[in-house]
């Protein structure tokens, strides 16, 4: 992976707003690797969202803050740790074999589209991830679909990130799904803030272009801020 131009990831955000959730992280994506946003939608979920942190990681450094709220009390909890620990390992077999001789493989952002777009989602993401068989004359039954939805989970452990939680006031455990795409789309909307705050207030400074500021390290640019404050 290569860290873009903080240029490129502020035409990336700008762009970003008008895409449908899902496209906007491919298109990030697509800065940090060789690959274009196309290509990574045929990725599965989990092999986009651990790209997504390491990209994340890359841009904003390694440690995660996520807020979430007890389902007991109601208090938010904050849980701060490090991207490392969230990162799990693709399984060994990349098909999944249901009862009725189905073979499915991983679900990818492209399967996800279409699913979130159809009126019968859980049937339609089954039905993409599909390599090989078909269901008997009863078609996808409740049960078949369960099976489905259970085997796509084992396949693509890494796309069902989950927070072991302890409320700070009530003292209740609980696990909290982790959305990578979401989660990320919020950060983002604060990392690129500041980067305008810093064209901003070097170009008071010094009547530097916004160009001329993105161009420098994250690291010139505190230094500069910090003598334009002296
Ligand atoms: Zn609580």
Redesign the pocket.
């Known amino acids: 992976m290569k860290r873009p131009q903080d240029g490129a990831v502020l035409d990336w955000w700008e762009r970003a707003r008008t895409l449908p959730p899902l496209e906007r992280a491919l298109h990030l994506l697509a800065l940090f690797v060789d690959a274009g946003a196309e290509a990574i939608a045929d990725w599965p979920i989990g092999r986009r969202d651990r790209a997504l942190l390491a990209a994340r990681a890359m841009l904003i450094g390694p440690e995660i803050c996520a807020t979430a709220a007890?389902p007991?009390?109601?208090?938010e909890v904050e849980a701060a740790f490090d991207a490392a620990a969230i990162a799990v390992d693709d399984p060994a077999e990349n098909e999944a074999a249901l009862e009725s001789g189905i073979r499915l493989r991983a679900a990818t952002s492209r399967d996800l589209a279409l699913a979130l777009a159809s009126p019968e989602p859980r049937l339609a993401l089954a039905q993409a991830c599909v390599v090989a068989g078909a269901p008997r004359k009863r078609g996808w039954s409740e049960a078949l679909l369960a099976e489905a939805a259970a085997a796509l989970q084992a396949l693509d452990p890494q796309a069902d990130i989950r927070l072991r939680l302890t409320?700070t006031?009530?003292a209740?455990p609980w696990s909290a799904p982790l959305f990578v795409e979401p989660f990320l789309w919020r950060e983002m909307a604060g990392w690129a803030r500041a980067r305008f705050d810093e064209v901003d207030r070097l170009a008071r400074a010094y009547g530097w272009r916004e160009a001329d500021v993105l161009a420098l390290s994250p690291q010139r640019r505190r230094t500069y801020l910090a003598l334009a404050a002296a």
């Open positions: 007890c007991a009390c109601g208090t409320c006031e009530c209740a």
